[in-house]
């Protein structure tokens, strides 16, 4: 079977279709109507060279990526739609390896969910992205992330995060960071951590902090201690 010859398969036909025998050629040159009247036993049967080989992104963007194998998802990564971004499953997250992650788009990044973050189990893929891409991501989704994870930015995304990313973070997170870190990537922005954030502070990295910066009574109150070392 060529190509043309697919080109010539009606929807409905598609679904009897035995996908995972067509050459990479030949999956390529599926239409989006095609693609979108997969079963999803057919789409998990995708191999990874005919998923890879999807350049068409109208085409793409009509598969339904939840049916992609978890093993698979990183041949597509690169492509998806925001659309699909939003729809990635627990699973397909956490097959995603550093190198995937690390090449995430901006708009990819700004689609990333709440629910999505905890199951990114890389620590070093967030690391690999761009400062662009760290700071495109909702607040939501930064406090959501793990502290493992959160604890690996380096000190240039951190500096990059934005006011609103910071109010969001978490105690955990902020015990993550290494003195070294907060000096470089937090000190600016001490006043925009909320104080259950705060709490978060340890003996090891409050140092970092120049707490003439803090905004006010309410977060110099949320301090105890051992963290000022009284």
Do not use: C, R
């Not at 060529?2 to 398969?9: F, H, M, P, S, T």
């Not at 015990?175 to 006043?191: E, H, M, P, Q, Y």
């Amino acid at each position: 079977m060529v190509v043309d010859e697919l080109n010539g398969i009606s929807d409905k036909a598609m679904i009897g279709l035995p996908v995972k025998s067509l050459t990479v050629d030949q999956a390529a040159g599926l239409t989006a109507s095609q693609l979108s009247n997969l079963t999803s036993t057919q789409v998990a049967s995708l191999t990874k060279a005919q998923l890879a080989g999807f350049t068409d992104d109208d085409a793409l963007a009509a598969l339904n990526i939840t049916g992609v194998s978890a093993a698979n998802i990183g041949a597509l990564f690169d492509n998806l739609s925001t659309a699909q971004i939003t729809k990635l499953t627990s699973t397909q997250i956490g097959a995603l390896s550093a190198t995937q992650i690390g090449t995430m788009t901006e708009e990819q990044a700004a689609v990333l969910t709440a629910s999505q973050a905890p199951f990114f189990k890389s620590v070093t893929g967030f690391k690999t992205t761009s400062n662009a891409v760290v700071e495109n991501l909702d607040p939501k989704f930064i406090a959501a992330i793990p502290a493992k994870i959160f604890g690996g930015l380096t000190d240039a995304q951190l500096t990059a995060l934005t006011d609103t990313q910071v109010a969001a973070m978490s105690s955990s997170q902020l015990a993550s960071l290494t003195a070294t870190k907060v000096n470089a990537g937090l000190t600016a922005d001490i006043a925009s951590l909320t104080t259950a954030a705060l709490a978060g502070l340890t003996s090891a990295n409050i140092s970092a902090f120049d707490l003439d910066n803090l905004s006010g009574e309410g977060q110099f109150a949320a301090l105890t201690p051992a963290q000022i070392g009284w």
